[in-house]
């Protein structure tokens, strides 16, 4: 297996760990942060790895975008057991409405398209950075900075409207189309 798809791979039991950490040791949130930077990490890592080594493959791309979503979903309960979550109800509404926006754009590409995907444009990248960067802090930390919540929220909103007019569009689906505004590769 090429070392690209196993540092994807790795992802997964760090993020098993980090969830475990936090529902069975109460204020471990130095180990939490350090897990998560190590799963975010090898997610920085992989894609570089893997086109230095000649490795890059559409299987390899898919196991990356499950080993995400995995280690996504698992910071998330990270984040929920060890960290005081804002209580403005115009946070939840934004961040909802994200998560919808990006639902649209996954059920557009693979109505079109058969695929299940989100497109790695420039916008996604930054705001998966911004989300990484506040989220890290915030399990470092124990709590959620709001303006620093309020700006990975309007990034997301951003790239997820991007995300979803590219994919109503496009001609064909290109997952690393730089920006709506970019010529499809």
Known sequence: MPAAD????????????????AWTTPGASTAIGLLFVAGA???LLDGPIARRTGSASERGARLDSVADAVFVALTAVAV?????LPSDAWVWLLAGLVVLLRLAAVAVVRMRFGAWSITHTWGNRLTGLA???????ALFRGEFDLISAGVVIALGVL????????????????R????????AG
């Open 41 to 43: 990490l090898t997610d």
């Open 6 to 21: 196993i540092l994807s791979l790795l992802r997964i039991p760090i993020g098993i760990a980090m969830v475990v950490v």
């Open 131 to 137: 989300l990484a960067i506040v989220a890290g802090i």
């Open 176 to 183: 690393d189309r730089r920006s709506l505004w970019a010529r």
């Open 159 to 174: 790239s997820a409207l991007e995300d979803l007019a590219i994919a109503v569009t496009a001609d064909r689906l290109d």
């Open 80 to 84: 929920v057991l060890t960290v005081r």
